[in-house]
């Protein structure tokens, strides 16, 4: 691994914001670009703080050391990479939200902040979502698409629950449904009747542009 990257996943490892963030400044000062900082930097490190977490090697105060850290990093790089975007025309509007009783965020923000800097509008109502705060969002706002993050396998049946809200308050077809998260599978998103799934940001870019050109745009 670049030694660039290493460090990256290695201050989010040891759970330091500060260096964190320092080593995300210094990405952007050395024209690094921001998504690749994430994917082959800092997102290894939060990828294997879980896996240690999962064997029993880390325990819940070093995860959240860990998740301060990548929040620090993200919290430079995020706003470069909407000011990237150069897209300007709107291309449709999403409500986005981690499941009811789930409050991971990390990866809800990096698909927001993807879609935010190439032209989508953004409703996020942050964590632990309930379906009815969904519904009643994507109506206010007129949403074209809903996005639900989950990252436990509890509380993927949220996005069971926001599914059927949609689908009792008469705003399916029109308002397509997504979901993510680290166990959310195609196969999951299929047996809930969702409208698509995605496994990481860019891919959820991809899937929001698909279902806008599909006619998810109807006002
Ligand atoms: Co938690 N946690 N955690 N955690 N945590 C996991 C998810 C876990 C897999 C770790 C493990 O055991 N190996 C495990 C879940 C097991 C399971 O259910 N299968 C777990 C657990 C058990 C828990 C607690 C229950 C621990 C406890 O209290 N005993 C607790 C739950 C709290 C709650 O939600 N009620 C908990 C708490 C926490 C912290 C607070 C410490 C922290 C969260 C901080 C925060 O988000 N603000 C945390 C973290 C950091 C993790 C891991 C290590 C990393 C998650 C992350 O940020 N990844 C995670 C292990 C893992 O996932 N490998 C783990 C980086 C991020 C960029 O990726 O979120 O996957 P990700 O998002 C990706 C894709 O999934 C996709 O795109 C993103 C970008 O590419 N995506 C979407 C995500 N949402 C999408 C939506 C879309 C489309 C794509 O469309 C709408």
């Given at each position: 691994?670049n030694?660039?990257f290493?460090?990256?996943?290695q ?8 260096r964190?963030?320092e ?6 000062a ?13 997102a ?8 240690q977490?999962g064997?029993g ?5 070093d995860?959240?050391?860990c ?6 990093a ?6 470069e ?6 897209q ?15 409050i991971?965020?990390?990866?809800k ?12 509008e ?5 964590t632990s ?10 109506r206010?706002v ?10 436990l396998t ?7 629950a ?13 308002v ?8 959310v ?10 409208d698509?799934?995605s496994r990481n ?18 006002a």
């Amino acid at each position: 691994m670049n030694p660039m990257f290493q460090a990256m996943c290695q201050s989010v490892l040891e759970g330091m914001p500060d260096r964190a963030a320092e080593l995300a400044q210094q990405a952007l000062a050395e024209r690094m670009e921001p998504l690749d900082a994430v994917n082959q930097g800092f997102a290894v490190g939060i990828t294997s703080a879980g896996e240690q977490f999962g064997r029993g090697e880390l325990f819940l105060p070093d995860l959240l050391a860990c998740a301060e850290a990548m929040k620090a990093a993200m919290k430079i790089l995020e706003p470069e990479m909407i000011k990237r975007g150069s897209q300007r025309e709107v291309l449709g509007k999403v409500v986005l939200g981690t499941a009811r009783g789930d409050i991971h965020d990390i990866g809800k923000n990096l698909v927001a902040t993807i879609l935010s800097a190439s032209g989508f509008e953004i409703f996020d109502l942050g964590t632990s979502v309930t379906p009815e705060q969904f519904v009643a969002k994507a109506r206010q706002v007129n949403a074209d698409i809903v996005g639900i993050s989950a990252l436990l396998t509890t509380t993927m049946a949220g996005q069971k629950a926001v599914v059927e809200a949609f689908d009792r308050d008469g705003l399916r077809p029109r308002v397509k449904v997504i979901v993510g998260g680290a166990a959310v599978t195609a196969k999951w998103a299929d047996e809930i009747g969702a409208d698509g799934f995605s496994r990481n940001a860019s891919d959820a870019l991809e899937l929001a542009k698909m279902l806008m050109a599909r006619g998810a745009v109807t006002a």
